[in-house]
């Protein structure tokens, strides 16, 4: 017989704490009701409601263009970003560069946000999709960089030296090389700017305009108002997405690990 574990019951508590809420929520989705006061049925009415609000659907057509995009180009920059701190040759510089990527990291969101909109007026730049993309990018680079780097610097220096005295370009150890060693740290990076893009509410609220919403701002407005179950529906969705982001992003880089470490024989 198992013995009893404090850890294992504090875990549990702390599970519980962090999805009652959402199953509390995602069961809500399914009332036939208009509140969460009471249950009166098992009904889909509200998920209709969702799909026959077209506002809605394009805002969250809009919040995935401006995930998926800012994802992938804050992914190129913070990879570029994390080679450049890896291999500047004076330790100075290095530490330079880690701090100012700590920067947007460590501010507060309020003041990340009033701050784009300082400089976005200043120059000129009209607040809608553009502001909203370029503001999510500046965000998100320092979780890649503090994705990639890690992997970085786990990378055996004898690897990229070997390539080069084989005769290979420094283009080649970086492609052939570098980047497939990295790629699950890249890979979490992309997911993590994914993740955080999707959820950005204090920023892209003081960065949105000109008509151009996303779904954490939509939202916010809405509940304003009076909260309906028809947000319980998409909640629910997101979920689901959310959890299929983080299964496929287990799978990858389970298969990374795999073709990383290979099975070893043993013979007898």
């Known amino acids: 017989m198992r013995k009893f574990k404090f850890s294992h019951l504090y875990l549990f508590i702390i599970f519980v704490l962090l999805y009652a809420p959402i199953f509390y929520l995602i069961l809500y989705s399914f ?32 919040t995935l263009i401006v995930a998926f995009l800012s994802s992938l180009l804050a ?9 450049w701190i890896k291999y500047a040759k004076k330790q100075f510089s290095k530490n330079i560069l880690l701090n100012l990527n700590s920067v947007l990291l460590v501010s507060p969101d309020v003041i990340i946000g009033a701050s784009f909109l300082i400089f976005f007026t200043a120059i000129g730049l009209s607040l809608g999709f553009i502001s909203v993309l370029l503001s999510h990018i500046a965000f998100s680079i320092p979780i890649v960089v503090l994705m990639v780097l890690p992997r970085l610097q786990e990378m055996p220096p004898a690897l990229a030296e070997a390539a080069e005295d084989l005769g290979a370009s420094p283009m080649q150890v970086l492609s052939k090389i570098t980047l497939p060693y990295i790629s699950s740290g890249i890979m979490a990076g992309f997911f993590m700017a994914l993740t955080y893009s999707l959820d950005d509410f204090a920023v892209t609220f003081f ?13 916010y407005s809405r509940a304003r108002e009076g909260i309906s179950l028809e947000i319980n529906a998409l909640s629910a969705l997101m979920f689901l997405v959310s959890l299929v982001l ?10 990374g690990n795999k073709k990383r470490t290979p099975d070893l024989e ?3």
């Open 31 to 62: 009332n036939s009701g208009k509140y969460m006061t009471g249950w009166n049925g098992f009904s889909l009415v509200h998920y209709n409601q969702l799909w026959g609000d077209t506002r809605m659907i394009e805002i969250l057509v809009d």
């Open 75 to 83: 992914t190129a920059i913070g990879t570029l970003g994390a080679l």
């Open 207 to 219: 960065v949105t305009g000109n008509g151009f919403s996303t779904l954490s701002v939509e939202i």
């Open 246 to 255: 983080v299964l496929i992003y287990y799978f990858i880089s389970r298969s």
């Open 266 to 268: 043993v013979t007898k």
